[in-house]
């Protein structure tokens, strides 16, 4: 009998608020909108929902508002609630919940805080707070507000029983506007909802110009109208979910209240304390040699970098560079971390010379671009890569089997890409340079909608030429690979294609 493996726990990326990118909110704006498609026979979205419920009126902030209603699904969800997702529920509301101008501040920095901090003590429950870690929040306080960590948790430690009623009125709010717009969908009885004049963003407007999935906006009526087509167990699914959130709603005062206790492992008041705890036990350590004569001043400058949380990250959409990557960023059968892609290297030959020519075949799981390569699906070599036209931009596909998108530079101008470490310039109409530091060149001409490439030059005068003289199906293939040093010919290696007109076989003739 095997037994499935226990769902992963939820995370939250802390990281600087200008590092957390526009499509990792989508990500998890998206999330939401999926869940609704899932229990509606895919017909109530986001889009849909905002015409008709009641809006929940919240402060713009769009990443505690998606990790907010993302927690409301997995306690919906859940058979037994954890408790660890009432403290990130809390923690998100805290982020959203309307507060007076002069708090504003105090609760965006509260929120990425208490995150950090309850990451830590869920990794490791009886270790005290770093002081690496109570750095990187009192840089966080800096940027965002006046004043040291030590006061500024204080102060959060006074307000915090009436921030969590806040939060429970919000929260209760937000709950039983999903529940009920719901219902309405699946008993027809949606009505347009009113324009409600107010200061702050609504939820689901704040969501809804963040989900990106492709969206069909129904009318109200017609949504009415499609709801008596749904199948039984659509309905049945739907009602189900409805009733988990209005007894959700029941649940949420009192489950917020008991996080104001600091005897309760993990809950806001004790993530505070050990908070307090750590940054009073850094001020103690701050110490200074005092010379017998004369003075001396000790002071403690802090870095200021404001801290954002979002609860989802949009998925890889390319495997690191090993070389570059420093740490390991596969398993030993070469299955890829970031996309489970799976990467095979076979080198057929390797030839010295002024031009040494490895003719090394990499095959990347994932690059269907490469389905109709000339060495057969998903398989490339240092000779064989190009670059893909598409309008204005390139995507070049590289011998690593990754590929990469560029803009198109005009003629005469150049991109750099410091990641991969190359210079990209538009030599001419038709050709481009890929520049590898100050040691290698590679040339590429446009055929088609495609830029091929046609030679490698090297420092020190050795290169090498590339020849298509074979053609299968009016399509021009690699035939002739030849290596130079200066002008002098040091190799000529020749291709031979099979019936499908792929590379079968290679020799040299010199």
Not at 269 to 284: E, F, I
Not at 401 to 408: C, E, F, I, K, V
Not at 412 to 424: A, N, R, T, W
């Amino acid at each position: 009998m095997t037994t499935s493996p226990a769902p992963r726990a939820a995370e939250t990326a802390i990281a600087p608020i200008t590092d957390i990118d526009l499509e990792d909110i989508t990500e998890a704006a998206n999330n939401v909108d999926l869940w609704l498609r899932q229990l509606s026979d895919n017909h109530l979205t986001l889009a849909t929902l905002k015409q008709a419920a009641d809006y929940v009126p919240i402060a713009n902030n769009i990443m505690a508002a998606v990790d907010a209603v993302s927690d409301i699904i997995a306690l919906a969800e859940s058979e037994q609630s954890d408790p660890l997702d009432w403290v990130s529920l809390a923690i998100n509301l805290i982020g959203i919940i309307p507060v007076p101008p002069a708090l504003a501040f105090a609760r965006k920095s509260l929120r990425p805080t208490l995150h950090l901090v309850r990451q830590q003590l869920k990794a490791n429950p009886r270790a005290p707070l770093g002081n690496a870690l109570v750095t990187v929040l009192a840089g966080h306080m800096n940027a965002t507000i006046l004043g040291e960590l030590e006061n500024f948790v204080t102060q959060a430690q006074a307000r915090l029983p009436g921030l969590l009623e806040d939060c429970a009125q919000s929260g209760t709010a937000i709950i039983l506007a999903l529940a009920g717009g719901i219902e309405d969908f699946l008993s027809g009885q949606l009505q347009p909802s009113p324009v409600i004049q107010d200061e702050h963003a609504s939820l689901l407007d704040t969501l809804v110009r963040h989900a990106t999935l492709p969206l069909e906006v129904a009318t109200v009526a017609s949504l009415n109208r499609l709801s008596k087509l749904l199948p039984t167990h659509t309905q049945n699914l739907g009602l189900t979910y409805a009733h988990r959130l209005r007894k959700l709603a029941t649940e949420v005062a009192p489950n917020l209240r008991r996080l104001a206790n600091a005897d309760t492992p993990h809950s806001i008041a004790h993530l505070l304390s050990m908070l307090a705890q750590a940054a009073k036990h850094k001020r103690t350590h701050l110490s200074i040699n005092i010379p017998p004569t004369g003075t001396k001043q000790v002071r403690h400058v802090t870095r200021q970098q404001q801290l954002g949380a979002i609860g989802r990250q949009r998925p890889a959409r390319q495997d690191p560079g090993a070389a570059k990557n420093g740490a390991c960023s596969g398993t030993c059968n070469s299955i890829s971390f970031a996309r489970g892609s799976e990467q095979l290297v076979h080198t057929d030959f390797a030839l010295p010379g002024p031009f040494p020519v490895t003719w090394s075949r990499n095959y990347r799981s994932s690059q269907a671009a490469l389905d109709d390569g000339p060495l057969g699906a998903r398989w490339i070599t240092p000779f064989t890569v190009f670059f893909q036209g598409i309008e204005n931009t390139l995507r070049h596909q590289a011998a690593d089997g990754r590929s990469h998108d560029y803009p198109l530079p005009k003629v005469g101008k150049f991109h750099h890409d410091p990641v991969e470490d190359i210079v990209l310039v538009r030599t001419g109409e038709r050709t481009l340079s890929l520049a590898r530091g100050y040691r290698l060149e590679e040339c590429y001409e446009q055929v088609g909608d495609r830029f091929r490439l046609w030679a490698i030059r090297q420092r020190g005068g050795a290169c090498i030429a590339l020849h298509y003289e074979h053609s299968h199906q009016g399509v021009q293939v690699l035939s002739d690979l030849l290596t130079y040093q200066d002008e002098r010919l040091h190799q000529h290696i020749h291709t031979r294609l099979d019936a499908s007109g792929r590379i079968e076989s290679l020799w040299s003739m010199h």
